[in-house]
């Protein structure tokens, strides 16, 4: 899961990291509001969940009161990569003398946390490792002890030379580990990390990704999910217990299993065909799920016939053909739908599936090329 | 010949009083697998399907001997079952259990690391040696005995994997899913190091999805320490970057851990790689063909050099030179100079 970056600097305020005063603001007039309390030079930054936020353009300085309602009002209602910008963070400009990055992410190789810091700040750090990899310092964490302070006191030393700038980035990097662990991150960063000509290191940005396994016990963050920055139909379906990306093609999937589901959407693209989502119904899949994943599929006009693939092994084949006999009768789907089930009751499945004129498959191959046959002929 | 499990397993069933612990423990049972107890807190001294429950693992291996066990317990509780197990003396854990807390995940591999003790898992649907034993969700159905061993990141796609190959009449030693989640106990090389070394697998399929690099550091393991052949999968070729694909471990971050690198390194390791799980059993039929025609040539090498692990290695490579040099010397002198090159 994906939080804000006032979300994110929040949390980092709380755990003692110095970011600058902000608020955030929904309107243009809000945003003034917060420029004209502030009374000094501030910056507007659009809350959306992707990169790359100020290359196009969601991130401005505003000299003025004047400066941020303009900048306001264009950012405010702004596509960024095909999402809507709802929130501007309104936060005080600081002078900035140097600017580096501090991440945490999980090293799956070594299997700890991994701390990274670079002094070329500011600019997005797999550029940097792969043109100036040895602008980049990486710490493989011992979890069991967590970071300590003459590690972190290296990691500081790898930015800074001044003893006072190392100090206060030595506090910051301990104390991102510990959020780190205290959310169940998958990721923290601070990019940049900036010196002050007093000679004070702040956060002028922050992320905080989590890991969604985490979630159950991290009930303050799961409050933070804005439901508004997310797709309403990956939100439909995590609300229904089913694992779901939306595509842009024209086959809609229903499979059992993430690893079959992509590699099923992997075979539609093989046989000439589009994917339309990612849709993995889970193991015990009762036939009120396949009927939700069906009008997930369903609301997508680009959907032009739908694929249902199941291997059963906990999952029972006549359970997900009730579900699709009870999708037929309710939404009455007017797009062309073929089956291959396959697996525990598969027998019964076919019988069950005889009633809507249903007939399963008889392998994958097959059911993909017929999907993509009768979404070329709609 | 099996890895992991085969007849004289011990299994105990941790979380067997629960709705997934007691249906799969029967049907372990039903396939042969020696289930010799069960363990949920609080309940010692009754049954599930027979089968004698005890409030800890301690006690399970204490009264029955237990050398393996499987996890079952929902994800908040299954982190501290896997220490309990590993405390518990047990040599082989397996966590079918999916949701596990990735920085959990850390500490628990820290901990175990230096234990006389394998983890596989989370979030897989555990392993079958067939005939012999199974531990986990895998249908005892789909699988039939011969020479091909089979490990996987994924489950459902395992099932579709081993199913065609059964369908067309190849057989196998032991299926084992690693786990598609980012922190796993036993990855791709340590499964792959088992079957090099396991007489009965002649030839290993690889499943692997988009993700970290794990695929990508087999693949090399593979060209330079399996004399076997290995043909491989790699799902997650339409994935979009930034989206977990339902798998905690399928995520293409950062513009690494995609599908066309990994297919990219199989095949510079010279693994065959399918483009659909249907296509699996051809490759494989072509790879030991290949690999009976080579062995063919060196036979009596073979004969003479069984008695260390690093001397059959040895000679099996020595052999292929000579089988490769008799049939076509002018390739031989290609790949080196490529190698070379590299």
């Keep these: 899961m994906k939080i804000h970056e006032y979300q994110a600097k929040e949390i980092f305020a709380n755990a003692g990291i110095p970011v600058p005063p902000g608020d955030i603001a929904e309107t243009v007039a809000d945003a003034v509001a917060l420029a004209e309390k502030y009374g000094r030079p501030v910056m507007v930054k659009s809350q959306v969940h992707v990169g790359g936020r100020g290359k196009a353009g969601g991130v401005k300085y505003a000299e003025n009161v004047e400066a941020a309602r303009v900048w306001a009002q264009k950012i405010i209602g702004m596509d960024i990569k095909g999402l809507t910008v709802k929130k501007v963070l309104i936060t005080e400009a600081v002078d900035i003398v140097t600017e580096s990055y501090v991440g945490i992410v999980i090293d799956r190789a070594s299997k700890r946390p991994v701390v990274m810091v670079s002094p070329a700040g500011g600019i997005d750090i797999e550029e940097v490792a792969a043109k100036t990899p040895e602008k980049i310092m990486k710490y493989a964490v011992d979890p069991t002890y967590g970071l300590r302070g003459f590690e972190a006191w290296k990691l500081g030393a790898f930015l800074y030379r001044d003893p006072k700038l190392i100090r206060q980035a030595a506090a910051i990097i301990q104390k991102l580990y510990e959020v780190y662990w205290d959310v169940d991150a998958s990721l923290v960063e601070i990019n940049p990390l900036i010196t002050t000509p007093d000679s004070k290191v702040i956060a002028i940005d922050a992320k905080i990704n989590i890991d969604d396994n985490g979630l159950f016990r991290q009930k303050d963050i799961s409050a933070m999910r804005d439901l508004d920055a997310e797709d309403p139909a990956e939100v439909e379906a995590r609300e229904a217990d089913l694992s779901f990306v939306n595509l842009t093609g024209s086959i809609g999937c229903i499979v059992n299993g993430a690893g079959l589901a992509m590699a099923t959407m992997d075979l539609v693209k093989y046989y000439g065909g589009e994917p339309a989502n990612f849709l993995d119904i889970g193991g015990s899949s009762n036939p009120q799920k396949v009927l939700t994943a069906m009008k997930i599929i369903l609301s997508d006009k680009n959907v032009r016939s739908i694929l249902i693939n199941i291997f059963g092994g906990i999952t029972r084949c006549d359970d997900v053909a009730n579900g699709i006999v009870m999708a037929y009768e309710e939404l009455k789907p007017e797009i062309p739908i073929v089956v291959r089930l396959t697996g525990t009751n598969e027998a019964q499945a076919r019988k069950i599936l005889k009633s809507v004129n249903l007939e399963s498959a008889d392998t994958l191959d097959n059911v993909v090329k017929q999907a993509i046959k009768l979404a070329d002929a709609v | ?65 237990a050398n393996t066990s499987v ?90 994997a081993i199913w065609a190959l059964t369908s067309a009449g190849i057989g196998q030693t032991t299926c084992i899913g690693i786990g598609g989640d980012q922190i796993i106990g036993t990855n791709f090389i340590d499964v792959l190091t088992m079957f090099e070394n396991d007489p009965a697998t002649k030839a290993v399929v690889m499943i692997g999805e988009i993700g970290g690099s794990d695929e990508e550091e087999a693949a090399k393991f593979v060209k330079n320490k399996m004399t076997k052949p290995v043909v491989g999968f790699i799902a997650g070729r339409t994935a979009p970057p930034g989206k977990r694909m339902g798998h905690a471990g399928a995520i293409i971050s950062g513009g690494s851990g995609t599908a066309e690198e990994k297919v990219a390194a199989l095949e510079k390791a010279g693994i065959p790689v399918a483009a659909s799980p249907t296509m699996l059993p051809d490759l494989i039929k072509e790879k030991m063909a290949e690999a009976r025609k080579k062995s063919k040539g060196s036979k009596k090498t073979k004969a003479a050099g069984k008695t260390t692990k690093s001397a059959k290695v040895k000679k099996t490579v020595k052999a292929k030179k000579t089988a490769k040099a008799k049939k076509a010397p002018k390739k031989t002198t290609k790949t080196k100079k490529t190698r070379a090159k590299k």
């Design chain 2, 71 to 160: 996890i079952y317990v929902p994800p908040a509780f299954a982190v501290d079952a896997i220490y309990e197990a590993a405390d518990a003396g047990i040599k082989l854990i397996v966590c079918i259990t999916e949701g596990l807390p990735a920085n959990d995940m850390m500490k628990v591999y820290d901990y175990i690391k230096d234990k006389d003790c394998r983890l596989i898992g989370p979030n897989c649907p555990g392993l079958i040696s067939v005939d012999q034993s199974k531990v986990g969700i895998m249908p005892g159905t789909i699988v039939k005995k011969g020479p091909v061993g089979v490990v996987s990141r994924s489950g459902t796609l395992t099932y579709e």
């Design chain 2, 1 to 65: 010949m099996s890895i992991l499990i085969n007849k004289s397993s011990k299994v105990v069933v941790q979380g067997i009083t629960g709705r997934d612990g007691s249906f799969h423990a029967e049907q372990m049972k039903k396939y042969g697998t020696n289930v010799v107890g069960g363990v949920t807190p609080g309940k010692g001294g009754s049954k599930v399907a027979g089968i004698p429950v005890f409030n800890s693992v301690e006690e399970a291996v204490k009264k029955t001997k």
